[in-house]
């Protein structure tokens, strides 16, 4: 069974202070790692998809970059805003048929 | 643009109901809905595959006469929980790809906003 980790499971900041997470998975059988960003009471919004060993992914102050071989993603948020606070789940394709297999998200908290 | 309507939002309603949740998609065609069920504190797990005109693929362990999904056109996907019971309560979501993107595996699923199920 494969098995999506994210870490910190919640996190705490002021505001315009810098953070990041992780998102780890098992390493074989990879074909993409997609970040999403989910608040309360909306849908999940898709930031990146990654597919590349090295790849790093920028929009905005939101960055992600991505390793295969050791099987892990990171998620940076640079000078984090109140509006940043939400859910950023990551999740797993690890075949070509588009299903996705989730971590349980870290939840931020930004304190004006 | 991608926009994924969700409908109901909250549905209260007692042991033996059954509950039809819609999901559409507004201004794009998707051959391809997701169904995800999300239980508190869990992670959101896969239910079923659903494409347009086709039988839909269930995840294993999910009961295809319990939960009937029927994908009869490029905008709409609607999941049908029948004889509803208390361990049925859970947050139920749908996400759908842009038909025309192909078949890689890196494009971003479009959600809909969830719905929130309690069964008395």
């Known amino acids: 069974i494969l098995n999506v980790e994210q870490s910190p499971q919640s996190l705490h900041v002021q505001e315009g202070d810098s953070t990041n997470f992780t998102c780890s998975f098992p390493s074989s059988n990879f074909y993409a790692l997609h970040w999403y960003r989910w608040e309360t009471a909306k849908s999940p919004e898709a930031l990146f998809v990654m597919t590349l060993n090295g790849d790093e992914k920028k929009k905005g102050r939101i960055s992600a970059t991505l390793n295969t071989k050791e099987g892990y993603s990171y998620l940076y948020i640079k000078g984090s805003q109140p509006e940043d606070s939400a859910t950023y789940l990551c999740a797993l394709n690890a075949g070509n048929n588009r299903k996705l297999i989730w971590g349980l998200g870290t939840s931020l908290a930004v304190n004006p | 643009g991608a926009v994924v309507s969700q409908h109901p939002s909250w549905v209260i309603c007692k042991s033996g109901t059954s509950v039809k949740i819609e999901c559409r998609s507004l201004?794009?065609?998707?051959?391809?809905m997701f169904w995800y069920r999300q239980f508190p504190k869990q992670s959101l797990m896969l239910m079923a595959t659903s494409n347009e005109g086709s039988k839909a693929t269930y995840e294993q362990g999910v009961e295809k006469d319990k939960f009937l999904i029927n994908h009869a056109s490029l905008t709409l996907s609607t999941l049908t929980v029948t004889s509803a019971h208390p361990e049925d309560s859970s947050f139920y979501i749908c996400?759908?790809?842009?038909w025309g993107e192909g078949w890689a595996s890196n494009q971003p699923q479009h959600f809909g906003d969830g719905t929130r199920l309690s069964i008395l």
């Open positions: 996400s759908a790809f842009i």
């Open positions: 201004d794009f065609q998707a051959t391809t």
